[in-house]
Every structure is written in C-alpha cells, then in structure tokens.
Nanobody, 125 residues
Framework: QVQLTESGGGLVPAGGSLRLSCAAS????????MGWFRQAPGKEREFVAA????????YYSDSVKGRFTISRDNNKNMVFLQMNSLKPEDTAVYYC??????????????????WGQGTQVTVSS
C-alpha cells in the first residue's frame, strides 16, 4: 500500500515561488499516474496538476497553467510541484494523490485512491 507524504509548503508573498514534494513509501509509484489537488477553506477540493506514469505527459488546470510545473522522479519515488508567480488565490492545502488502480491519468479527485495528509500553502498579498 502506498503512503504519501507532502512537504515544502509555507508562507510566501505574492509573486514568490515554492516547490512542493511528495514522497511515496511502502510501495513504489513507478507505474501510477500522480496528481496534485488543493482545497481552500469553504471550497471543494480542486484539480491542480497531474502526470502520467512516465512523466511524459502532464496536465494542468487553467488557473495554474504557465505558472506551475509537475514532475516526477521514479527512481526516488517522488513527485514535485514547482509553483511560480504565486497569487493569494493559490492559498490552500495542497494534496498529493496516487492512482494505483488504473493506468490512465485522471483529472478528478475521485480517480485517485491514495492521498497524502496535505501541506499548507499561504500566499500573502
């Protein structure tokens, strides 16, 4: 069973950058599509970015396209989210997710069966 642990969140001013990391343990994620989602207070969890098992195809929400970059290192069993030009509306808890039960990437939270505990990202104006 995959266990996911996010890190790298924090408080940054608008325009700043953060790099989130997601480490998988117990079972490797080499063959699994991975995603990043976020949830702001009072809002539903929303899709941010996803990557296929090889890292060759990536997907982004319109709100982060051009600012965020998802990547993975299968040798290290890790997934990353580089976030640049951060805006106050990016403030949320960010979750890493693994889709271990299907080979295709999903843009929906329901498509992922393993989740991390989340890391807080706060962007000040």
């Amino acid at each position: 069973q995959v266990q996911l642990t996010e890190s790298g969140g924090g408080l940054v001013p608008a325009g700043g950058s953060l790099r989130l990391s997601c480490a998988a343990s117990v079972r490797n994620i080499r063959g699994s599509p991975m995603g990043w989602f976020r949830q702001a207070p009072g809002k539903e969890r929303e899709f941010v970015a996803a990557i296929d098992w090889s890292g060759g195809r990536t997907y982004y929400s319109d709100s982060v396209k051009g600012r965020f970059t998802i990547s993975r290192d299968n040798n290290k069993n890790m997934v990353f989210l580089q976030m640049n030009s951060l805006k106050p509306e990016d403030t949320a808890v960010y979750y890493c997710a693994a889709r271990t039960n299907a080979p295709q990437v999903s843009l929906n939270a329901d498509g992922y069966d393993r989740w991390g505990q989340g890391t807080q990202v706060t962007v000040s104006s």
